[in-house]
Structures are given as structure tokens and as C-alpha cells.
């Protein structure tokens, strides 16, 4: 029984997103079933989400980052902090054949993505179809912002959409 199945609320009405999370969830549950086959099967499963996840994360911070938000801004960040762990859960299960972490992460990961999806990439998905974005050109219907966006913009992140003038950062 897989921790996590697309249902329509997953869904950020942002088809290019919205293709790339069904895949996430697809590539966790075929985690999880090979995990009641083998290790060795669950880790090969898993190098693929890993892989996959990398692109995943990418492609949303190539989207901020052409769309005013600033290096360090928090959604950003906590996709280094789920990528950094996702890859120490591979090398304890290659290094150590330590396969504890890998049967814990799945159902964390389920959960962590349901309200990672709902709130800041959701955020992010209103954030682009505002300023009329196409991800496949790059093109932007409006201009972003001056001041970078440091903030996700999410329910969670407060301040929301915080904006750094450059005026603030030189007074
Ligand atoms: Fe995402
Ligand atoms: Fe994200």
C-alpha cells in the first residue's frame, strides 16, 4: 500500500508541474512495492527518484530564479534539504548496506511532498501563471519584480513573498 497516490487535490493546474509530481509519486509507490521484493530492487527504485528528483528540484529553482526570486530564497533551500538527504539515505544503503534509512524515508517523503505540493509549490505554480511564464520558452508575459524574492510566498513562510529592496540592503 503506497503512502502516497495522485488524487486531483495534488494537482497545482500547472500542467508541466503537475506532469513532473505524478511522476515523483509514481517512481515513491514503486519504491515501496519493490521494497516487499528486495534491497537491492527498493535501491534501484529509489536511485531513479533520486535521479529523477534532482531534475524535479532544478526545474523549479531555474523557474524562481528566472522569475525574481533571490538564490537563497526558502523553497529553494528546502529542496537542498530533502535532495542532501535523499542522496545520505543512498550511500548508507551502498556503503554501509544500511537499508533502515531507505524504509524509513519512503513514508516521510510521501508526506513531506503532499504539503510541499500544496503549499510552496503551489505558491510557486500562482506565483508563475501571474506573471504569465512559459517554462517552455522561458518567456515572461509581465516583468517580476525589481527586488528579489526571498521568501516562498507559501502559507508557512512568513514573512510571505518578502521582497529585499536594494535601497535596504545599501542604507
Ligand atoms: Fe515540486
Ligand atoms: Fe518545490
Redesign the pocket.
Known sequence: MPTLTWTPELALDHAV?DK??QE?VELLSATEDALAVSHEQALACYESLVEHTVG??GQ?DRWMAATGFAPENCHSFQHAQVLELMHEVTRLAKTDADFGPLERVLPELGRW?AM??QS??AA?ASHLDQLGFDPATGVLASAPAAAPITGCGGSSCSPAATATTAESETA
Do not use: I
Open positions: 508541474m513532473t509530481h515523483f524535479h528540484f523549479e511532498f510541499h505540493a510552496m509549490d510557486l
